[in-house]
């Protein structure tokens, strides 16, 4: 894909409400998806990409640079897929800021209205992402500046306790855009709310990875964000749905388009063999375990559309499941 066609399919997403995204690291994203008739302010100025609601955004700048690969996982009984958007490992770091920072006001905000609240970088030290939070309110920001310099996990440092308090706005910062998350940080034991929403784990963090391990990304490039697709069987809060034939051929587009063409070409050689009548001992499973990934979700594919013959067989031999959650989250929390 060449940077004027990523543009191009990043502002058609953009626009599509069915569309979630994420912008993190592993252990530490900021999500973004709207409701179908929710508000919405759609941009599309000079060197800016942007969608916001009253309860989050995510914008790019430049995408010159970025790489779109499309990828699929075997989650539960079900799949997972995503396009993750890349930069090349030596383009992609920010600050990694190690302490609590002040940074001044947000003047690259996506709203106007949030341009003189005051940003901090939380200082969390990850490669790809600078993670942040903006307040106007002068109490808070009169506790940050006082723990500016210190790490937010040091015992006694109040920072943390005041900002789950006052749940200020999240702003997660990559080199080619933005996510922002209005919505109140939940409690400990709290549950997200639906809508924008971010996930921090520190445990996570501390492994040092950039994505998770179930991931295909091409070598040498980073992920520091991720667009997903509707899902042909599952809603945006994860729940099932009659099979959406167009969904899945939107996907599978963007798949041949962006993914791995050993994968696709995987993809290909599984339902050729079952439509011939094959069987699976003619087929010997793939020693990569991306690949048995592809086996299996092509498998799932093809039981969730009309009947194959000898499709039960294909199961039986390479895709023996225990009943397990559906909820289909990875360590970004996509869906």
Known sequence: MTAEDVTSLIRQEL????????????GAIAEFLRDPGEPVELGDGPGRL??????GGIGFDDLSEVRLFASE???????????????PEAACAMNRRSVLTELGPDEAALRPQDRSDILFDMGLGTLQVDICIRTGDPALIATLRSAAGRSLFEAGNPAMGAIVAEGPHRVFMARP???EVYQPIPPADGKSP?????????????????????ERVPEGWVP???????????????????????????????????????????????????????????????????ARHTL????????????????????????????????????????
């Open 15 to 26: 626009a599509t409400a069915t569309t979630q995204w994420s912008l993190g690291t592993f």
């Open 50 to 55: 942007f969608v916001v609601t009253a309860r």
């Open 73 to 87: 996982t075997a989650v539960g009984q079900g799949w997972s897929h995503r396009v993750a958007l890349c930069l």
């Open 177 to 179: 855009g933005r996510c």
């Open 194 to 214: 639906e809508g924008p929403h971010t996930h921090v784990l520190p445990q996570l963090l501390r492994s040092g990875r950039t994505h998770a391990a179930t």
């Open 224 to 290: 520091f964000a991720h667009l997903v697709p509707a899902h042909p069987l599952k809603d945006a809060m994860g729940r099932p749905r009659p099979w959406d034939d167009a969904a899945h051929e939107r996907f599978q587009a963007l798949l041949a388009a962006t993914g791995d063409p050993e994968l696709t070409a995987l993809k290909q050689q599984v339902l050729t063999a079952i439509s011939s009548g094959s069987t699976p001992a003619n087929f010997r499973e793939p020693a990569n375990k991306f």
């Open 296 to 335: 299996r979700v092509s498998l799932r594919q093809l039981r969730a559309g009309p009947k194959l013959p000898g499709l039960s067989r294909w199961l039986e031999a390479f895709d023996k499941q225990e009943p397990a959650s559906e909820d289909g989250a990875d360590a970004y929390g996509h869906g």
